[in-house]
Each structure stands twice: as C-alpha cells, then as structure tokens.
C-alpha cells in the first residue's frame, strides 16, 4: 500500500487548511484510514482515523475544529481543518490500517500556522 498526501502549507490562525492522502496498491474495501501529527520536540499523536463504514474519532483538541471524512471508490481520505491554531503546527501524516492490522504510513506534509 502506498499513500500520497497534499495540502498542507502557511496559514494565519483561524485559517482553514485541506489535507489528502491517496491510497493505492492493494486497498482492502474494509479499512481504517486516519491521520497523525508530529509538533517539533513530540511524540506523534492521533489527530481523526475513520473506517471504511465512516465511523471516525477524533483527539480532545481538534473536536469540533476538524473533519475526516474519505471517498471509498477514490480510496482518499481527507482532513478538513478549520480555525487552526500555532498549536496545530506539525507533520502530518496519513495512516491506513489493513484488516491484519498492518499499519502503513503516507510522507508526510507539513502544516505551519502563525500567531
């Protein structure tokens, strides 16, 4: 499995940003497809994942500020993120869990927000 994200940039806070990741290769119709970001100096954490069902979860400090959502037939998964903060700064970077719970990780795509 491969995974090609875009979108991320410079943004002022309380900007908006649009992140993708494609998937290709050998996509299983039943998956978790999710999103991770790592801020200079800490651990990566979960930011959204969402099944292929569209069940999503999401990390206390993005609730109600971001969006995951996914077009199964594109195999894409998207993060719309909203009123963004300095804190959101970071990495991030697109995850996609097989049914063996195998675990493959997209480059990464840098998101910078200015105070």
């Known amino acids: 499995v491969q995974l090609q994200a875009s979108g991320g940039g410079w943004v002022q806070t309380g900007g908006s940003l649009r992140l993708s990741c494609a998937a290709s290769g050998s996509i299983f119709s039943i998956n978790v497809m999710g999103w991770y970001r790592q801020a200079p100096g800490k651990q990566r954490e979960l930011v959204a994942v969402?099944?292929?069902?569209?069940?999503?979860n999401y990390t206390d400090s993005v609730k109600g500020r971001f969006a995951i959502s996914r077009d199964n037939a594109k195999n894409t998964v998207y993060l719309q993120m909203n009123s963004l903060k300095p804190e959101d700064t970071a990495v991030y970077y697109c995850?996609?869990?097989?049914?063996?719970?195998?675990?493959?990780w997209g480059q990464g795509t840098l998101v910078t927000v200015s105070s």
């Open positions: 969402i099944t292929s069902g569209g069940s999503t």
């Open positions: 995850v996609y869990y097989s049914v063996s719970a195998n675990d493959y």
